[in-house]
């Protein structure tokens, strides 16, 4: 009796493990997760009668053209040295596009008949790099470019004829304009000069003119330029001047005065508004609450996202390029749990045709949901982030790894995230925190994050971590964080100052030396370098704050094991201090796995290499927080 | 021909050699032993002294291994105060620095009014400090530009240019092309001196490149870079030795390294490791005296020396457990030799007997009534002697195998004495035998077995008695579970040096009362029944007074 009540038992075990294992989802490979897309980039030409796009060949990246209709595809570049950086439809017969070689250097600017006839190199450098001013319509055959070729730190304005090449000097730059702008006739009329810490915006009515400063504001408040009125009277711009967050607005050519607020949102910056050129106003604005959402200005538009959110529902939509007429589309789209395809578009007749998927390997039933979260944190402010949870697996006590965002001020977005998806295949719940500092909910968060790395910027993602213990998603004993760049330097962070919280953790690129990541800004930026000094902190006068942060001086505080990911000519983070770090660490006898790669810099370009440090990544993640 | 005697042979003279033999090869051993020990520790002497020097000279590589690249985390931001907290983490830990200076340095293509220029590369002090314990505060500021009480001095100064030189060779030469190594880092940034590191803080690649730019290149003025550089003063007389061998050497000592020593007695065993790095002019100087290292050597000989010795008594001892078993079986070997001497002659009687009556049965012509009840007789009791002799024998056998079975009853004592007591007063009528039975009526056991007991105690008591006095008194008492059955005579008694022996087969006290008819069975009997019937068996006897015998068997009903 007892005999058969032990093998009663042996039997539930077994299917429950069963059940469970069916459960989860199979491993999908690696490298389906950190595959390059196929074809990018789709733009129409004006005439709305080819579609051109971009697709890998041999390693490099060549432009085609083919019909609306998807019929006669040429291949217009084959360049095998240099790779295609942006490109643009000059006319309805050719393309512009700029060619730059290895390490931003040996740029040139190519033109090229939509028949891959009258290939021309019309600017070529080899030292000095070509910014484009103009990068949709030409006009009268001219585009406007900036150089660095007489003074390697400043650009000056040029206007370059497509057809004969001739470059001819528009504004020389008295050493503080920083952005130029074109207006839509291809007019040198608006730009911004910039102290580093102090920025003014500078605008004239005709190019003939002198510029006159608008408005000059410090470089916390925002003031972003997106075009003109058709009447010349006003400059349409994002401006968070005498506001918390960033509104649409119509600023004064001349005074600089606000007109009006066209949009603004009351609790998250708009963060775009589209102008039609066709139609010469604003057609919509766009902001970014939990997902990206769009006020309509032109009910056209309008109806144009309507129709298109019946035929894709849940989906992110953009509209990434048109005819000049406005009557032909090309639609990107994705979501959380899909990379996302390009589609053309025609509005007239709702007649929308898939061109190409971003990534077709991956099934979108695979792949993990990402939900929207917030928590309050210990000074009570409401934080926001990003919960991953893995499919097919109960929604407690789960393995987590928390991935601090790479740049301390951009925002995590809802949407696919190779990185995310891969780690919620492999089983855990994956946490992204928009932490103070972070650019979207406004000037206050944002500058709250100032001199605050490892400081409250850290606590926020402490507290977000403790959220999650405290709902029970997170199992306490197996949490993990991991970031690249700024999210490495957290990462490192989080494991010296919180060794309690973190089984362990992986940075890669991290910046290990605040005092070494403030040596990055050339001493020539002075006036940069203010500006950091007033972000991050100033590393004469806060030494204390730095040497108090810097996961280089605290080796002796890490505990747990670590996993650090480094490029040899990395100027970001120092190699030798990265050794001197991995080697007092092993030294205490704390595990290190450390990949270290010769050829690359801060970020791995080379596929292989950065495949080896997810594989890596994995094996390390798996060891460590296995249930024991 | 030879003849082998088939008797058990002892060869004392072997034993003897055995033990000479070993004795001496212990004697070898541990003459060996000491010897390699000696110098074991005499090589212990001479190799040990590198982990001392490991040891001593640790904190000296933490130094400059960790602590001295930490400067360059700070990327040339160092300032006074902050230079003054880095220089007290230094002090605080490694006692062996005594003095440290810190030039704050600037690069530029301006000139400078201190420093070196090369082409229009100039490195320059911006401000020399130095530290050492308990300086007095206005003696840290050594140099500082526009201060004319500070001024720049060539003893300051001197360490700063010979750095800065090198460095401006190295920038000239650069290839910014590819990573710094190791070999570069050592070469151009640290400078190692007699009792005095210099170090100077890394800059990266790209500052490399401007540098280079400066030099080479005519540009406009450039900002000021900055640049830190450092001159620890060590003193290796501070260097804490950490003895890790001090049954070895019984003092170690820092000295410079053309020391020799001057008492150069016999007495005084030496050695000496020179020390590398900034210390390089300095020495480990071992010393030990002999004795101090005999004492050294006994300590390690000792535990050698002890299991050698045990491992001989070891060997001793076994040798003798086996002469100890060889003297067993030979004692056996007799008593088995004299058993069946005595058992042919037992059996020899009846049979000389019986063989004398058949024939005079056979010789006589005619055989009167009186004749022939005697041969009857004699042919009948004879025939019992051999049976009764050989029923013994056989039990015995049986016994002895565990091969009869106890067969119990309900024995009324008093019964069972009585019958005894009156067979026995018409065997033996000059035997005087009594009984008293206490506490205990019945008992359940073999009767069988208990009377072969009984007979074979009463039989030795009559047997051992002097003919005018042969008592014995049988007492039976039942103390808790057991049951007592004590035997006493007025016997001749056992000597006590037999008493442990009476009991084995075989064995007789050697008297005039058995010159005949005993075997050396008889008690061997009863204790091996004893033993049966989980009972025991033991004796007191007074030689010339007599015996007693008591049986304590488990009582059940």
Same mark, same amino acid.
């Given at each position: 009796m007892q005999l058969l009540r032990n093998y009663l038992f042996l039997f539930v075990i077994l299917t429950t493990a069963a059940c469970s294992y069916e459960g989860s989802v199979e491993r999908i490979p690696l490298e389906k997760f950190f595959a390059a897309p196929l074809k990018t980039s789709f733009l129409v030409s004006p005439d709305g009668k080819f579609i051109s796009y971009l697709k890998p060949e041999n390693n490099r990246i060549h432009i085609y053209v083919e019909t609306w209709?998807?019929?006669?595809?040429?291949?217009l570049t084959c360049d095998t040295n240099r790779s295609i950086s942006n490109y643009f439809w000059a006319s309805n017969n050719e393309i512009l596009y700029l060619n730059t070689g290895p390490a931003n250097k040996d740029a040139a600017l190519v033109a090229v008949k939509i028949?891959?006839?009258?290939?021309?190199?019309l600017l070529s450098t080899t030292d000095s790099r070509i910014r484009l001013i103009t990068t949709s319509r030409v006009f009268d055959d001219h585009v406007l470019v900036a150089l660095n070729?007489?003074?390697?730190t400043v650009f000056d304005a040029y206007r370059l004829n497509?057809?004969?090449?001739k470059l001819a000097l528009v504004f020389k730059n008295?050493?503080?304009?920083?952005k130029w702008y074109s207006d839509?006739?291809?007019?040198?009329r608006m730009a911004i000069a910039s102290d580093g810490v102090n920025e003014t915006l500078l605008y004239r009515e005709q190019e003939s003119q002198a510029f006159n400063s608008v408005i000059t504001n410090n470089f916390k408040t925002t003031i972003l330029p997106l075009g003109f009125s058709a009447d010349n009277t006003c400059i349409y711009a994002l401006s968070n001047q005498n506001r918390d967050k960033m509104a649409l607005v119509e600023l004064d050519c001349?005074?600089?005065?606000?007109?009006?607020?066209i949009y603004n949102h009351p609790d998250v910056d708009v963060s775009d508004a589209t102008f039609s050129v066709n139609k010469g106003k604003l057609v919509y604005a766009g902001y970014e609450t939990w997902t990206k959402e769009r006020h309509y200005l032109d009910d056209s538009f309008k109806s144009i996202f309507n129709k298109l959110e019946l035929l894709l529902p849940n989906t992110e939509i953009r509209l990434s390029s048109s005819d000049s007429a406005e009557s032909k589309f090309i639609v990107r789209t994705y979501t959380d749990r899909n990379p996302g395809s390009f589609y053309r578009y025609t509005p007239s007749t709702n007649k929308l045709v898939k061109l190409?998927?971003?990534?077709?390997?991956?099934l979108i039933e695979d792949m993990a949901e990402m939900k929207p979260v917030s928590f309050k944190t210990r000074d009570s402010l409401i934080v926001n982030g990003y919960l991953t949870l893995p499919k097919?697996? !109960?929604? %407690?006590?789960l393995p987590v790894v928390v991935i601090p965002h790479s740049s301390s001020e951009s925002r995590n977005s809802w949407g696919y995230n190779s990185e995310v998806q891969f780690l919620a295949n492999r089983g855990y719940a994956v946490f992204q925190v928009n932490f103070?500092?972070?650019?979207?909910?406004g000037k206050k968060f944002w500058t709250a994050?100032?001199?605050?790395?490892?400081g409250k910027m850290q606590d926020d993602i402490t507290d977000g971590v403790r959220w999650l213990i405290s709902e029970k998603i997170a199992d306490p004993k197996r949490i993990a964080i991991y970031g690249y760049s700024f999210g490495g330097f957290s990462a490192l962070h989080g494991l010296f100052?919180?060794?309690?919280?973190?089984q362990c953790g992986a940075s890669y690129?991290?910046?290990?030396n605040l005092y070494t990541y403030l040596k990055d800004?050339?001493?020539?930026f002075r006036p940069y370098q203010q500006m950091y000094y007033e972000t991050v902190? !100033?590393? %004469?006068?806060?030494s204390e704050y730095f040497r108090a942060v810097s996961p280089v001086f605290h080796t002796d505080k890490i505990k747990v094991p670590v996993l650090i990911a480094q490029g040899a000519r990395d100027p970001r983070v120092n190699m030798n201090e990265t050794n001197q770090f991995v080697k007092e660490l092993k030294k205490k006898n704390v595990p290190v796995t450390y990949i270290l790669k010769?050829?690359?810099?801060?970020?791995?370009?080379n596929i292989d290499n950065r495949l080896e440090f997810y594989r890596e990544l994995e094996v390390f993640l798996d060891k460590n927080l296995s249930r024991k | 021909m030879k003849h082998y005697q088939q008797t058990y042979r002892k060869n004392f003279a072997l034993v003897i050699i055995f033990l000479i033999l070993i004795t001496a090869a212990l004697g070898g051993t541990l003459y060996t032993a000491y010897n390699f020990t000696a110098n074991y520790v005499e090589n212990e002497f001479a190799s040990q002294k590198i982990e001392v020097l490991e040891e001593t000279i640790k904190p000296y590589n933490d130094f400059f291994q960790n602590k001295i690249p930490e400067?360059?985390?700070?990327q040339g931001y160092l300032d006074s105060t902050q230079a003054a907290k880095y220089i007290d983490t230094i002090f605080r830990k490694f006692n062996f620095v005594d003095r440290v200076v810190f030039y704050d340095a600037t690069i530029s293509n301006r000139t400078f009014s201190e420093g070196i220029r090369v082409n229009n590369f100039s490195l320059g002090p911006k401000a020399i400090y130095q530290f050492s314990r308990n300086i007095a505060p206005d003696s840290i500021l050594v140099f500082k530009e526009n201060v004319a009480t500070k001024p720049f001095s060539l003893k300051s100064g001197d360490e700063f240019n010979k750095m800065a030189l090198k460095f401006s060779g190295f920038i000239e030469l650069a290839d910014t092309s590819r990573v710094l190594n190791d070999s570069d880092r050592f070469n151009v940034f640290y400078s190692v001196m007699s009792k005095r590191i210099s170090y100077m803080n890394i800059p990266r690649r790209e500052e490399i490149k401007i540098y280079k730019d400066l030099m080479l290149s005519n540009q406009s003025l450039s900002p000021m870079y900055e640049l830190d550089m450092f001159s620890f003063y060590l003193d290796p007389?501070?260097?804490?030795?950490?003895?890790?061998?001090p049954e070895l050497y019984e003092s170690i000592n820092i000295k410079p390294l053309v020391y020799e020593s001057l008492?150069?007695?016999?007495?005084i065993i030496s050695n000496d490791l020179p020390l590398s790095?900034?210390?390089?002019?300095?020495k480990l100087y071992f010393s030990s005296s002999k004795t101090f290292l005999r004492k050294e050597i006994n300590a390690r000989f000792l535990p050698i020396a002890g299991g050698l010795i045990i491992s001989y008594f070891i060997l001793v001892l076994i040798a003798y457990l086996i002469f100890r078993n060889l003297n067993i079986n030979s004692k056996l070997f007799k008593l088995q030799y004299d058993f069946i001497n005595n058992l042919t002659h037992e059996f020899k009687t009846p049979v000389s007997v019986i063989k004398i009556a058949g024939n005079n049965i056979r010789s006589a012509s005619q055989l009167s009534d009186r004749e022939r009840i005697h041969y009857g007789k004699i042919l009948d009791e004879e025939a019992d002697k051999l049976n009764d002799l050989m029923n013994k024998l056989l039990s015995f056998t049986q016994i002895e195998n565990k091969a009869i079975q106890i067969k119990p009853e309900n024995i009324n004592l008093e019964v069972f004495c009585q019958n005894l007591i009156d067979s026995y007063r018409v065997k033996y009528p000059d035997f005087d035998i009594s009984y008293m039975i206490r506490g205990v009526e019945y008992f359940r056991s073999d009767p069988v077995l208990l009377g072969s007991i009984f007979q074979n105690l009463i039989d030795n008591a009559y047997k051992y008695s002097r003919p005018d006095n042969k008592v014995l008194k049988i007492k039976i008492t039942k103390i808790k579970k057991q049951l007592f059955i004590k035997f006493s005579d007025r016997g001749i008694g056992i000597p006590t040096k037999d008493l442990n022996n009476?009991?084995?087969?075989?064995?007789r006290v050697q008297n005039?009362?058995?010159?005949?008819?005993?075997?050396?069975l008889g008690l061997a009997f009863c204790k091996e029944l004893v033993k049966f019937m989980h009972g025991n068996i033991s004796v007191k006897s007074v030689v010339g007074k007599g015996s007693e015998f008591t049986i304590e068997l488990p009582y059940e009903l």
């Open positions: 209709d998807g019929k006669n595809t040429i291949q028949d891959g006839t009258n290939n021309r190199e070729k007489r003074d390697s497509i057809q004969t090449g008295p050493g503080n304009i920083t839509p006739v291809g007019k040198l001349k005074t600089g005065k606000e007109h009006k607020t190409s998927d971003v990534n077709p390997s991956l097919g697996k !109960n929604k %407690e006590n103070r500092g972070t650019k979207g909910y994050g100032f001199k605050e790395w490892g100052s919180r060794p309690d919280l973190y690129s991290g910046f290990t800004i050339p001493p020539y902190g !100033n590393p %004469e006068k806060d010769e050829d690359e810099a801060h970020y791995f370009r | 400067i360059s985390f700070y007389l501070k260097l804490r030795i950490k003895n890790t061998k008492e150069n007695t016999s007495e790095g900034p210390f390089s002019d300095y009476i009991f084995e087969k075989f064995f005039e009362y058995n010159q005949q008819g005993s075997v050396g």
